[in-house]
Every structure is written in C-alpha cells, then in structure tokens.
C-alpha cells in the first residue's frame, strides 16, 4: 500500500482516537472543575482523583437499558444520536495538529487532510450536526423533546449566520480558507486575534451557542425541559449526545486556537534549537495546551454563568451579534484598504 | 499554496467517516446486545412527569420556529456570496471593496426590515 494513504489512515483512526479520549476525560475534567468551583471533591471514588470516572461512566452507559418509546420512530430514534456522533467525529479531519514529520525521506503532514476549501467544510459539517438534535428530538414524540429540538434548531441555525460572517473577516485577512494555510501564516506573522479581535469574540460566543453550552444550553435546560431533545433517550444514545457535545467543544476549541491563536505555533519556536520531528511533536504538544485552555473557559463559563431567555438568546444573535459582524467586516476592510493591503 | 482542487484531497476525509461510522455502528449494536429490555406499558408512554398523557407531541407549534428557519436560508445564502469575495479581497482591489460594501448595505436594509416588522420579536 501507498506510506501517505497507510499513513492517513494511521492518522485518522489516531485523530479519532485523541478526540474521544480527550472528550472522555473532559467530563471527569467538567466535575472535578464544578466541584473545585463549589467547593466539593467531585469524582473520588473510581481510581486516584477518580481518573477511572469515565470509563466506569462509558461502561455503564453500554450496560444500561436500551430503551425505545413505544410511540417514538424507530429507526429515526437510533439515527439520530448516531449521525450527531457522526458528525461531531468528522470534524477533526482538517485540523492541522502540527507541521509535520519526516519519517524515512518521506514528509508527513500532521492533519489527516488539507483541503483548501477547509473552513467551508467545518461550517458545512457543523450544521448538518444540527440535523441530529432535530431527527433524535423529533422521533422521541414527547412534548419536551419536540420544544427541546425546535429550540436547538433555530438557536444553532441563528448563530451559524453570525459564525460565518465573523469568519469572512478572517479570510480577508488570510486570503485562503486552508487551515493549514492559516497556520502557516501565523507563523511567519502575528497570531490573528491580534487582528481580528472584534472577530474572535463573535466566534467564541457563536462557539458557545453552536455547542449548546451554557449560558446557550436551553436545548436541554433541565429546569423547564426536563432533558430537552434528549428526554426519552437512554443508554449509549444518550452517551452518544453528550458525548458529542464534548467532542464538539474539543474540536472547536481546536478551531479557535488554530485560526486566532497560531494554531500549533508558539513564539520562539524557531530560535529554540529544535529540529523537525522533535519540534512538530512539541508544536502538537502546545495546540493541546491551548485546546485544554479554551476548554477551561467553556467549563469556567458553564458554572459562571445563568442561562439566557429564550427572547435575549434571539436578540443577541440576530440583533447584536448580526451587525456587529457585518460591521468587523466593514472595519477590516477600510484598514486594508487605507493601509495599501489592496491591489 | 494549495489552490488546485483534487479529489484526492477528498480520500482522508471518506477514511475518517469510515472510522467513525464504524465505531458509532459497533457501539450501537453493543449496547443493542447487552442492555437488558424490561418492556412494560407504563414505560412505554412519553415521558411527562408522571401525569398522563396529553394529546400528542406532534401539535402545531409557534410559527416564529418556522420563520426563523426560512430567515436562516435567506441570510446563510448571502453570507456564501461574500466567501468567494473575502479569499479574493486583495486581488479584487478597491472596486471589489465598495461592490460589497453596497451588497452588505441591501442585507443590513433587509435585516432592519425583518426587524421593523416584528419577525424576530419574541414574547
């Protein structure tokens, strides 16, 4: 076989692998945090610092029974859960991880692929995520679950228009919409946040929303919906929507240090005496300490935070987060265009 | 740079859905096979907190949902416009510059108009 397709696949099964790992120990990391923040212990029990939490957690989740309502759509029920695991799992896939190897005269790039429509494709995978909650909510045929899946939709639909403007303003500034290419750049310039500040507080917020996180989490807000779009599921199905939405944050995480943070840079890489394999293994190192940063706010935000009306939550999508976007891209083009970036 | 297209470029990613799929099909089938199925009637019912159940699930809901999806469409539409313009900013120069200025002014004039007629005003 072909080393670059053995490798590719080596590195998808590997990039699949760190983010269900990862998305594991985020919930351990998750209740340890909450519990730290509230003055408790958290998770003890299960292994020192209840380190083996998840796995207990992931076992009991399979052991559990899998229960289908009577009343619900059968095969739609189970393809639900499914297609969101699905497509939270293909995301990774054009992140670029670290420069890249050198393993026996041959250069292997750390990111399973490098298309150059790479933006394109995060936003067109994350919203077909959003088909996952709607089929799963839907199918259930429970009044929460239907109000929990209508709620998701259009706040994951909302956001995404706000989402994709602020990321306009970033590709004025790269010229591609590569994210190894973007990587690349902040490299041999400044991180883009430095830029595109405006920008990156759009994408974090819309971040937020888009994985139904607090203070965005009224989906499931388990005060009024008792679980929202997942109310009716259980065992793994249910493991499979939560779990999701920690693979979701991982990777978006991921996307922001790649596009407004350096990615796998970091500064002085260069005057540092490494070499190729050694430095790409520590750039890869360092993304993963920015991604676990990133986390830390999504988490240090969940248990800061209450959550929005369901009213406020349109308001700042549509009404504030809309123009504001509008109007970095409007910022960001008049500076190019008076400090002589133009053709 | 890499601005050539090849479906080449594709194949990773078609690997990537293959190694996911195949785990979310084992595990499903896994907890499938080894969950216990103490089916009664009770259980059976949509959950609502223990009174019993009314009506359907399925009921005509609030028209905002559907006017916010169809809002989506128009805006998502003409946010892909601006994507081709924004990789080719600087070649595009200055004509480019105020073209989309114009095109961002008729959406932000579509936005205060939606706006203006209550379509997003939620109670």
């Not at chain 1, 077909?128 to 109000?147: C, D, P, Q, T």
């Not at chain 1, 500034?173 to 590569?178: D, E, F, K, N, V």
């Not at chain 2, 469409?73 to 989309?100: K, S, T």
Request: aromatic fraction near 14%; proline fraction near 4%; charge should be neutral.
């Amino acid at each position: 076989m072909d080393p670059i397709i053995l490798y590719k696949i080596i590195l998808a099964v590997v990039v699949f692998a760190v983010s269900l790992g990862v998305a594991a120990y985020m919930t351990w990391g998750e209740r340890k945090l909450a519990a730290i923040l509230q003055d408790r212990v958290g998770p003890d029990r299960a292994g020192p610092l209840g380190l083996l939490q998840p796995i207990a957690d992931g076992l009991k989740m399979i052991f559990k029974e899998e229960f289908i309502p009577a009343q619900s759509n059968k095969w739609l029920f189970i393809l639900g859960p499914s297609f969101f695991m699905l497509t939270a799992c293909m995301t990774g896939a054009v992140v670029p991880w670290g420069s890249g190897l050198e393993i026996g005269g041959l250069y292997y790039p750390m990111q399973v692929t490098d298309i150059n429509i790479g933006l394109l494709y995060l936003l067109g995978v994350v919203s077909i995520g959003v088909y996952g909650i709607m089929i799963g909510g839907w199918a259930s045929n429970n009044k929460y679950a239907m109000l929990g899946a209508l709620r998701a939709s259009s706040q994951m639909i909302s956001y995404e228009i706000a989402m994709g403007l602020s990321l306009i303003a970033l590709v004025m500034t790269t010229g591609t919409l590569s994210l190894a290419e973007i990587a690349r750049q902040q490299d041999e310039g400044l991180a883009y946040v430095v830029y595109q500040p405006l920008g990156f507080l759009i994408f974090l917020i819309c971040a937020f929303a888009e994985t139904n996180r607090a203070p965005f989490d009224l989906p499931e807000s388990e005060s009024e919906l008792v679980g929202g779009f997942h109310t009716e599921y259980s065992s793994m199905k249910l493991g499979f929507f939560l779990f999701a939405e920690y693979i979701n944050m991982f990777i978006s995480s991921a996307v922001m240090a790649t596009l407004y943070f350096g990615g796998y840079n970091f500064p002085f890489q260069h005057e540092l005496g490494l070499e190729g394999n050694t430095l790409a293994i520590v750039q890869a190192v360092v993304l993963l300490l920015k991604i676990f940063i990133f986390i830390f706010i999504f988490m240090w935000v969940r248990w800061t935070l209450p959550r929005f009306r369901y009213d406020q939550l349109m308001n700042l999508g549509w009404k504030v987060l809309l123009p504001l976007a509008l109007a970095n891209i409007f910022i960001t083009g008049l500076v190019m265009y008076f400090t002589g970036k133009l053709a | 740079m890499n601005t050539t297209a090849h479906l080449w470029d594709y194949l990773p990613i078609l690997i990537m859905a293959i190694v996911a799929l195949g785990f979310v099909i084992t595990v499903m089938a896994l907890t499938h096979a080894v969950g216990p199925r103490r089916k009664n009637a009770v259980k059976d019912d949509p959950f609502e907190c223990g009174i019993p159940v009314q009506g359907n699930a399925r009921t005509p809901f609030s028209i905002k949902y559907f006017l916010v999806a169809i809002l989506f469409v128009l805006f998502d539409v003409e946010v892909i416009f601006m994507y081709p313009w924004a990789v080719n900013f600087r070649e595009l120069g200055v004509f480019g510059l105020w073209e989309m200025f114009a095109f961002m002014g008729l959406m932000i004039i579509g936005l205060v108009y939606i706006i203006r007629r209550g379509a997003l005003k939620w109670e």
